[in-house]
């Protein structure tokens, strides 16, 4: 039964990448929720997959940082949120002729933003100069 469920949480750790993979080019489907369940699937299956997924160079950091709580950079929040009201409003004047999808679809998009707009905004530490081993900064040489 261990080896049916660490192949189970494999093959869902994939589709939720591909499904992530999706999400970087079709703006409804989102890419944070599956990238997240992919970590989560490959955390409990496979050290090798869920090493390549924090260390990928598109979405490894992001990934990082969101898990390890120091947030989501403020340019990232900016861009799902707009990207989100986009898709949604068009969708809401432009396709839904029922009113009540409409408001459906608009709680969503509040719902969405304000979760976004809550979650810790991550910005990088300043690089300091290397340290010695005792901490101290190193003396310029006279």
Do not use: D
């Not at 999400?23 to 992919?38: D, R, S």
Request: hydrophobic share 50%.
């Amino acid at each position: 039964m261990k080896k049916l469920t660490k192949t189970l949480l494999i093959i869902g750790g994939t589709l939720c990448v591909m499904l992530a993979l999706l999400g970087m080019l079709l703006p409804v489907l989102p890419t944070t929720p599956f990238l997240l369940l992919a970590a989560y699937c490959y955390a409990r299956s496979s050290t090798r997959f869920y090493q390549w997924l924090i260390t990928n160079r598109w979405f490894g950091e992001y990934i990082r940082n969101y898990r390890e709580g120091r947030g989501i950079p403020r340019k990232h929040k900016i861009f799902s949120i707009a990207l989100l009201w986009l898709t949604i409003g068009y969708a809401a004047l432009f396709v839904l002729p029922q009113w009540w999808l409409k408001l459906i679809l608009l709680g969503v998009a509040a719902g969405v933003s304000i979760h976004l707009a809550r979650i810790k905004t991550f910005q990088p530490q300043a690089k300091l100069p290397a340290q010695t081993a005792e901490g101290a900064l190193p003396e310029e040489a006279e």
